[in-house]
């Protein structure tokens, strides 16, 4: 029984001890004026504060000195009015709770500052709680705190500042305001050991920390940006008549001032302001700057700014989708399996109709499927979305890859150009097909020379086929050894090469035909693939070959790909030796008579005058 | 291989005008003018294909492409200058030839003995520096 009331006795002076540091929490607070922000109002506006509101009724600025009617509600019902001027009655106090503080009152617009009385932390521990000893000393905030002694009247406590030394005995639980800057709160004083646990307590200050939070970065042109603004106070005291200031250089922003009571410490606020993407026909960035505003209770300013830039994308946009289709038995024409659906989808968020022009090239093994050209004019209303689709024929079986589609539009004078989306993805199209290649070599030839003629057969499908070759020789030439016709399988990506030799009497510009190749796949589709014609130039006189092998050398090469050099002067080899000869003979002629016009006319002219 | 081919070509364009000068200088004008037409016209018609080669056988190509440059216009370009330089040695020749005999015929009974002498003694000093010089 002894040890439970023992026990009991104990923890009532353990609660009684950290009670009187409870006690302590009341010392931060104080019943303050609390200042709720600087208003500029008309008559007939008002201004919110917190419960209470503030509307001016008439303003007089007849009399020399202006003055105007205030009028108090406390949730919207009325409770009195002041008769305010800039002079003697510019402070007025509704039942301790409300006081307005009128700062000038010019063209009609009453300039004021509304307190609210409250009770509000203010002081916040500097030094915690610590224990000192006779003699030991603590500096906080230019002040010197020195414990002078201990007795059974309390603990005797010397402060020094600039203002010169004070000394106090303070009792458990005593504190002392030295001034508006410094406090000090005696929370025990140990009688015994001759201690004193003792903390100091400085004003509080408010923090304004400020984000954005916007959703995304881009934004399409006229559309409503999320734009939200978290204002939190990191600080350790209320924070006042807060006004957040939203502007944008591009942006519309419809809201650009808010104002909002207060925000007490570790808090935060979420502002949602309303904020509309600028209609631009070119991609740009944006900047949104928030200023906010805040006070303490003494009225002191606290502010702290946030910017954020965005991206806007034009009012006209265009995104590109491909989609590979089966083609249907019956119409597998080029031996391709499938074809594709291209879909453009062009996109308007401007508040206007815009007539814009798109351009879509195409590989050139795709063919529009009843289109001249992949070119659109088009009008895109406002606000809506307009879908260009048309089909395209692959060719040749292989991988298809896909620009992006290209729009332009004028707008104020000026033509802007934008580019859908990027198709990446590479598209496979299935199908048979054998190309055929025919090379002669030499394209110029003696009578009686050897023609060596080469026809390469490459199977470009995904399927293995069976592949005839026929290449016609004219009745001119005569086979000399090779064979000019084939018929095999060819593999997936396989080839063949046939060489074959001719000889010929004819002379002049001779036709070589063109080399077909019937082909069968797998799926018994059926297709052939036919070469170039080509063309032999036959020399009408037997040559040495010496001759031969100069005129090879200097005028043609052997590798037919360069055949088209002859381009230059088709007509050469047909020059027979007189057609040569009279060419040659009238550009003697002619060079002649035209130098000799000067020294005949010279000839003329002495003779005369010496006649 | 293109630069050798247009050095061979120099070459044998070369040996052909200074063949014609030859000519030009020690036999006769008119003869050097028939050479002139007649070696390439008797090329073209004896191996028509190896002179027709080689005339048209392209050494550049100006302006991008423009512009070839083949034989035959270096056969064109010779042909003019040594055509020019054959008629207009031809013309001074009759000039300086028939303008001192028609000079001297006008002005024989009006010009006094010393300038006669003065102009006989100019002509005897210019063919002794020509004599010289051949």
């Known amino acids: 029984m002894m040890m439970a009331a023992r026990k009991l006795v104990v923890l009532i002076l353990i609660l009684s001890f950290l009670s009187s540091s409870a006690d302590a929490h009341d010392i931060h607070y104080e019943n303050i004026w609390i200042f709720k922000g600087m208003y500029e109002l008309r008559p007939g506006e008002r201004a919110e504060l917190d419960g209470f509101t503030v509307k001016v009724h008439t303003v007089d600025m007849n009399n020399g000195q202006p003055s105007a009617i205030l009028l108090v509600y406390i949730n919207k019902d009325f409770k009195e009015s002041f008769y305010v001027d800039a002079a003697a009655n510019s402070e007025q106090v509704y039942n301790d709770e409300l006081k307005i503080d009128v700062l000038a009152i010019s063209e009609g617009i009453v300039s004021l500052e509304a307190y609210r009385q409250r009770y509000e932390q203010v002081w916040i521990t500097s030094i915690a709680k610590t224990s000192l000893g006779v003699g030991d000393i603590i500096e906080d905030g230019g002040y010197t705190l020195q414990v002078a002694g201990v007795t059974e009247e309390g603990a005797t406590i010397v402060a020094g500042s600039d203002e010169g030394l004070t000394e106090d005995i303070y009792l458990s639980g005593d504190h002392r305001k030295f001034s508006e800057e410094f406090m000090?709160?005696?929370?025990?004083?140990?009688?015994?050991?001759?201690?004193?646990?003792?903390?100091?307590?400085?004003?509080?200050?408010?923090?304004?920390?400020?984000?954005?939070?916007?959703?995304?970065?881009?934004?399409?042109?006229?559309?409503?940006?999320?734009?939200?603004?978290?204002?939190?106070?990191?600080?350790?005291?209320?924070?006042?008549?807060?006004?957040?200031?939203?502007?944008?250089?591009?942006?519309?922003?419809?809201?650009?001032?808010?104002?909002?009571?207060?925000?007490?410490?570790?808090?935060a606020k979420k502002f949602m302001i309303p904020i509309s993407a600028p209609v631009t026909p070119v991609a740009g960035n944006i900047s949104i700057?928030?200023?906010?505003?805040?006070?303490?209770?003494?009225?002191?300013?606290?502010?702290?700014?946030?910017?954020?830039?965005?991206?806007?994308?034009?009012?006209?946009?265009?995104?590109?989708?491909?989609?590979?289709?089966?083609?249907?038995?019956?119409?597998?024409?080029?031996?391709?399996?499938?074809?594709?659906?291209?879909?453009?989808?062009?996109?308007?968020?401007?508040?206007?109709?815009?007539?814009?022009?798109?351009?879509?090239?195409?590989?050139?093994?795709?063919?529009?499927?009843?289109?001249?050209?992949?070119?659109?004019?088009?009008?895109?209303?406002?606000?809506?979305?307009?879908?260009?689709?048309?089909?395209?024929?692959?060719?040749?079986?292989?991988?298809?890859?896909?620009?992006?589609?290209?729009?332009?539009?004028?707008?104020?004078?000026?033509?802007?150009?934008?580019?859908?989306?990027?198709?990446?993805?590479?598209?496979?199209?299935?199908?048979?097909?054998?190309?055929?290649?025919?090379?002669?070599?030499?394209?110029?030839?003696?009578?009686?020379?050897?023609?060596?003629?080469?026809?390469?057969?490459?199977?470009?499908?995904?399927?293995?086929?069976?592949?005839?070759?026929?290449?016609?020789?004219?009745?001119?030439?005569?086979?000399?050894?090779?064979?000019?016709?084939?018929?095999?399988?060819?593999?997936?990506?396989?080839?063949?090469?046939?060489?074959?030799?001719?000889?010929?009497?004819?002379?002049?510009?001779?036709?070589?035909?063109?080399?077909?190749?019937?082909?069968?796949?797998?799926?018994?589709?059926?297709?052939?693939?036919?070469?170039?014609?080509?063309?032999?130039?036959?020399?009408?006189?037997?040559?040495?070959?010496?001759?031969?092998?100069?005129?090879?050398?200097?005028?043609?090469?052997?590798?037919?790909?360069?055949?088209?050099?002859?381009?230059?002067?088709?007509?050469?080899?047909?020059?027979?030796?007189?057609?040569?000869?009279?060419?040659?003979?009238?550009?003697?002629?002619?060079?002649?008579?035209?130098?000799?016009?000067?020294?005949?006319?010279?000839?003329?002219?002495?003779?005369?005058?010496?006649? | 291989m293109e630069f050798l081919a247009f050095i061979g070509s120099a070459m044998l364009f070369a040996t052909f005008a200074l063949t014609v000068l030859f000519i030009l200088v020690m036999v006769s004008s008119r003869l050097s003018m028939l050479i002139l037409l007649v070696v390439p016209l008797l090329a073209v018609i004896i191996l028509p294909g190896t002179t027709l080669a080689f005339l048209s056988y392209r050494h550049f190509l100006f302006a991008d492409g423009l512009v070839p440059v083949n034989n035959f216009h270096i056969l064109v370009t010779v042909w003019s200058t040594l055509l020019g330089i054959i008629i207009y040695t031809e013309f001074l020749t009759w000039y300086l030839k028939s303008g001192k005999k028609k000079l001297a015929g006008s002005q024989k009974n009006r010009s006094p003995a010393q300038i006669r002498g003065m102009l006989n003694r100019s002509v005897l000093k210019a063919k002794e520096i020509l004599a010289k010089r051949g």
């Open chain 1, 184 to 267: 000090l709160h005696v929370i025990y004083v140990n009688r015994k050991s001759r201690e004193v646990l003792l903390e100091t307590l400085r004003p509080g200050k408010p923090e304004i920390k400020t984000d954005i939070l916007t959703g995304k970065s881009t934004y399409d042109s006229g559309e409503n940006i999320e734009y939200q603004l978290m204002v939190g106070n990191n600080g350790t005291i209320p924070l006042h008549g807060l006004i957040v200031c939203t502007s944008s250089s591009e942006a519309d922003v419809q809201e650009e001032k808010i104002q909002h009571a207060g925000l007490d410490p570790a808090k």
């Open chain 1, 289 to 611: 700057v928030s200023e906010v505003t805040g006070y303490d209770y003494k009225g002191n300013q606290y502010s702290g700014s946030v910017q954020t830039e965005l991206r806007v994308r034009p009012y006209i946009s265009a995104s590109k989708s491909i989609e590979k289709l089966e083609k249907l038995t019956m119409d597998r024409d080029f031996g391709t399996d499938e074809y594709f659906r291209i879909s453009i989808l062009l996109k308007n968020t401007a508040g206007f109709p815009k007539a814009v022009t798109v351009t879509d090239e195409l590989d050139p093994s795709l063919i529009p499927y009843d289109l001249e050209s992949t070119e659109w004019a088009v009008l895109v209303e406002a606000n809506s979305v307009k879908e260009i689709s048309y089909y395209a024929k692959p060719t040749t079986p292989g991988n298809f890859t896909f620009r992006n589609a290209v729009v332009q539009w004028k707008d104020g004078g000026k033509t802007y150009t934008i580019e859908s989306g990027p198709v990446e993805e590479v598209f496979q199209i299935h199908g048979s097909m054998v190309t055929v290649e025919k090379y002669l070599s030499p394209n110029y030839a003696l009578p009686g020379e050897e023609i060596k003629i080469t026809v390469n057969m490459v199977n470009i499908g995904d399927r293995k086929v069976d592949a005839v070759l026929s290449d016609e020789i004219p009745p001119q030439f005569s086979l000399v050894r090779g064979q000019n016709n084939w018929e095999g399988t060819l593999e997936a990506g396989g080839s063949e090469q046939i060489i074959y030799t001719l000889v010929t009497e004819e002379t002049g510009q001779l036709r070589l035909p063109a080399a077909t190749v019937d082909f069968t796949d797998e799926n018994e589709q059926q297709g052939s693939s036919v070469s170039e014609e080509m063309l032999l130039y036959v020399e009408d006189m037997p040559g040495s070959s010496q001759e031969e092998k100069c005129y090879e050398e200097m005028t043609y090469t052997e590798d037919a790909g360069e055949y088209t050099e002859t381009g230059y002067e088709p007509e050469k080899p047909d020059i027979g030796r007189l057609k040569a000869a009279g060419f040659m003979v009238s550009a003697f002629i002619t060079l002649f008579c035209t130098l000799a016009i000067i020294p005949a006319v010279a000839y003329l002219y002495i003779n005369k005058v010496y006649e």
